[in-house]
């Protein structure tokens, strides 16, 4: 059932329509005018008005301008006794979806009705994904209260806001962390803070596809471009103008593509596979990597030109392990959303799972805090969870063979024994953290916490 207003002077045919369409189930209200219509239109929020053209007072047109001005206007349908190409074109241009010319059938107009009922529920299911989608990549969706993501989302707020003024390239955004730490989640955030949040958000993952398919995807092509391009498609960075192009895993990129990456960043300029012209793009890059570029540079995997690109605008998000004031905050945030998702009443932990989940490493960082809650969730079918039910098991770490830490002494302190690995491995690379961090088979980031944590400097 939907909300119908006609608003008609002819108070037989007024009658007729709202007769007709109370019999469907709808519900109607009937105005003579176009002042009580649009109070009518602000009183019931209609789905659909059925308008006329000539009305005491205000006509047809500028009741249609008034209210596709309200909070979620409706769907308008506008009739006439003198129909004209004019006025068509000027009730289209006004808002109106449909011109129906009197002595206009009640089925005709049930039509219409129908189409615009449909249409407007397809639109409002779109407006609720999409605001549903900005809601969660906002910088609400970055949860956490320590010092760290505060900074975080400051930082965030700066990079986004930033648009150049002369229609030059946006500058590039490089975002860093370990596998597991949101970094789409931040790519997301930065859409959504700047001034393209309303446009385009499209994401690939650079080391999902052949550097063949890849390319097809990223640049389009024309029709018989090469073999079964049986018809012409449309890239990603085409179809992120005026907004985003995220790249994640951007360090697996084909080194052929980087170059021609780097040759859109600086002139904003595509061509599709097969074509003869460039077309013009205005869209800002957004790539996120877990690899250090600086090494991938050095041994001939990156273009240093493009990592200067990028590396504009840098974001670096901290693993979980460096913001353990904020696992109970994420993990409430989690079983909220595992309890709605799996229709289970209210979850909370015990002292005991907290304390589990502050001692454990987190090498999966935030993507895995989410893994652990929701395993637990299923497996526990009561309202609280504890350590038991997480089922951490302790890190296994394997240190390279080649850095033989002394055994401890009973007076000797685990963070001693660490600090004294740590130094022994970056004594034996020459400082060189890259070759530090693969001896000990950790990431660079977990040894840049551990050196910063020990106060460990060359």
Not at 121 to 129: C, H, N, T, V
Not at 145 to 174: F, K, N, W, Y
Not at 376 to 397: E, F
Request: glycine residues 6%.
């Amino acid at each position: 059932m939907a909300t119908l207003l006609v608003i008609e002077d002819e108070t037989v045919l007024a009658k007729n329509i709202a007769r007709f369409f109370a019999k469907e189930g709808h519900l109607v209200e009937v105005a003579n005018d176009g002042a009580v219509g649009l109070q009518a239109a602000l009183r019931i929020q209609p789905d659909v008005v059925i308008v006329d053209f000539q009305l005491p007072g205000m006509d047809g047109l500028e009741v249609i301008r008034a209210l596709r001005k309200v909070d979620d206007p409706p769907r308008i349908v506008m009739v006439t006794g003198h129909a004209s190409v004019t006025l068509a074109v000027d009730a289209m241009k006004a808002g109106s979806m449909d011109l129906l010319t009197k002595p206009v059938t009640l089925q005709s107009l049930k039509d219409v009705v129908q189409r615009a009922l449909t249409e407007r529920g397809e639109r409002r299911a779109l407006d609720y994904y999409q605001r549903r989608e900005a809601s969660q990549a906002s910088l609400d969706a970055l949860v956490g209260a320590s010092t760290a993501m505060q900074g975080l989302r400051d930082l965030i707020r700066t990079v986004s806001s930033i648009e150049p003024t002369d229609q030059s390239p946006a500058a590039p955004i490089l975002i860093l962390g370990e596998t597991g730490t949101g970094k789409e989640l931040v790519a997301r955030a930065c859409h959504q803070s700047g001034a393209r949040a309303k446009a385009p958000f499209i994401e690939i993952n650079c080391a999902a596809l052949p550097a063949h398919l890849i390319e097809g995807e990223l640049f389009g092509f024309e029709k018989g471009a090469f073999t079964n391009a049986h018809a012409r498609k449309i890239g990603l960075i085409e179809a992120a103008d005026g907004g985003t192009l995220f790249l994640d895993e951007i360090a697996e990129l084909d080194l052929s593509l980087q170059a021609k990456l780097l040759r859109v960043i600086e002139n904003l300029r595509v061509r599709r596979l097969g074509a003869l012209a460039d077309r013009q793009v205005n869209v800002r890059i957004v790539a996120a990597t877990n690899r250090d570029l600086e090494e991938q540079v050095q041994r001939g995997h990156f273009r240093a030109d493009l990592m200067y690109r990028l590396k504009v605008f840098q974001i670096h998000i901290p693993p979980l392990r460096a913001r353990l004031d904020d696992l109970p905050l994420l993990a409430s945030h989690f079983l909220a959303q595992l309890a709605s998702r799996y229709g289970r009443p209210e979850l909370s932990m015990d002292a005991s799972a907290l304390a589990a989940l502050a001692a454990h490493d987190w090498p999966g960082n935030v993507r895995e805090l989410r893994n652990v809650l929701e395993r637990a969730v299923l497996m526990q079918r009561s309202g609280v969870l504890s350590a038991g039910d997480l089922m951490l098991s302790r890190p296994n770490r394997v240190a390279a063979t080649s850095v033989n830490p002394a055994a401890p002494t009973e007076s000797l302190s685990l963070d001693a024994v660490e600090r004294e690995h740590v130094q022994r491995a970056l004594t034996e690379c020459g400082w060189n953290v890259s070759k530090a961090a693969r001896l000990l088979g950790i990431s660079r980031d977990t040894l840049r916490y551990r050196m910063d944590r020990h106060g460990l400097q060359r």
